[in-house]
């Protein structure tokens, strides 16, 4: 270890007389401590919050979307098989028919998108109140009902008031020509399903029905509204998109999820960043409580460097000792920030819980987020990067302290001594 080491490790244990300097330096280590902390929570925290919308809006829209422009798409047997071979991350390839309908049962209307698909669905992977138990797909595609059945959102049927058994009358935006005039398209479904993924703020759009009846009912034999494409990770979203279009040219339309819903995630990444920048300034503030510690120093000091000046001791070396100083400070503080907001980001939700139940007040509301436990995802670059920012600042806020001790003249320091 050289002296500098030693030097700087000594002055940050002061004498009796000198206490209040250390007190000092103990508070610019709890200030650093403190902004690590907060920021790697906050941004754990929003890091958690953006995975459960993202897995919100992915529950029902799918990672990549294919129709075609003005029409349906006739000749889908033929897109199916192409889009099954444009990427290698591609895992499912769906049809499906969509029509704005609205569903009419007791005096009560709900608009929702009636959207049929076939078996298999990922839509089927949710909890879903069913009737007898049976499985919700067993019920939508039985074949020997007699009135063929629909699955709902649970806030579509609070709004109808209706049950799983129900009968409902779906009126899509078609019309039957008669000698009385234009009567509007009804047919009746039975409720053999209903859904709810808690928070979900798509739940209450959608209705799904089998493709074949959908085809039937909004006159669209062998023809669909669209294909959906499933891949293995919604970060490869992007990648099959451009792939997809270089395969399916005009006047088929290929677009990701984020490009359905990009602008409410960007929304979410500014908010992160703007939460990163704002608790910086914590960081910053605890940077000048180590300058005002060092400069302190500096000041209490002037004799000890008049003396390693005397005996040799380089400008250089003087300012080594004290950009080391800042920099245990700023370590120290970065260390135990990183650690105490790791152990609080993992342990997030088993902690709101603990101070819900001690002090009897409700912090986070699963029904309302659509989350069953409170969202804390620790994202090994924002941690880097908090570190980083931690001790670039605390080592910048060492550079004039250091400078000024460097600079000092001995013979002027000890002419009074």
Do not use: C
Request: proline content about 3%; aromatic content about 10%.
């Amino acid at each position: 270890m050289g002296y500098e080491w030693f030097v700087s490790l000594r002055y940050l244990r002061a004498k009796r007389k000198q206490t209040f300097i250390s007190v000092i330096s103990f508070i610019s280590i709890a200030g650093v401590t403190l902004g690590v902390a907060a920021l790697i929570i906050v941004l754990a925290v929003m890091t958690g919050f953006h995975d459960g919308v993202r897995q919100q809006i992915l529950g029902n829209i799918p990672h990549v979307l294919i129709q075609q422009q003005g029409e349906e798409i006739s000749d889908y047997e033929a897109v199916l098989q192409r889009s099954r071979q444009a990427s290698e991350h591609v895992i499912e390839v769906t049809p499906f028919v969509s029509k704005e309908a609205m569903l009419l049962s007791q005096r009560n209307v709900a608009a929702v998108s009636v959207k049929g698909i076939e078996a298999g669905h990922k839509i089927f992977q949710q909890n879903f109140l069913t009737l007898d138990d049976r499985s919700v797909e067993e019920s939508l595609y039985d074949q020997s009902a007699t009135t063929p059945g629909i699955v709902i959102g649970l806030d579509t049927a609070t709004s109808l008031g209706i049950a799983v058994g129900d009968t409902i009358n779906v009126i899509p935006p078609m019309f039957t020509i008669t000698p009385f005039g234009m009567i509007p398209k009804m047919k009746p479904f039975r409720v053999v399903g209903i859904f709810r993924q808690r928070g979900g703020f798509l739940d209450t759009y959608f209705a799904y029905i089998d493709m074949a009846q959908a085809q039937n009912f909004f006159d669209s034999q062998h023809k669909v509204t669209g294909i959906e494409v499933e891949v293995d990770s919604f970060d490869h979203a992007n990648l099959v998109t451009s792939q997809l279009r270089e395969v399916l040219a005009y006047p088929f339309v290929v677009r990701s999820w984020e490009d359905l819903f990009g602008s409410f995630l960007s929304a979410l990444k500014l908010e992160k960043l703007g939460l990163f920048i704002v608790l910086g300034i914590i960081v910053l503030v605890a940077a000048f409580n180590i300058a005002t510690t060092l400069i302190m120093v500096v000041m209490e000091k002037h004799k000890d460097i008049a003396i390693l000046r005397s005996m040799g001791a380089t400008s250089k070396s003087i300012m080594k000792i004290f950009v080391l100083e800042g920099f245990i400070i700023g370590i120290l503080g970065t260390v135990l920030g990183t650690g105490l907001g790791l152990l609080f980001a993992k342990n997030a939700d088993p902690i709101i819980k603990w101070v819900e139940a001690t002090l009897h007040v409700k912090i986070f509301d699963q029904s309302i987020y659509g989350m069953d436990k409170f969202p804390s995802v620790v994202n090994m670059g924002d941690v880097v990067a908090v570190v980083v920012v931690a001790m670039s600042i605390s080592l910048l806020a060492t550079v004039y302290p250091a400078w000024r001790a460097s600079r000092m003249d001995p013979a002027e320091a000890l002419r009074y001594e």
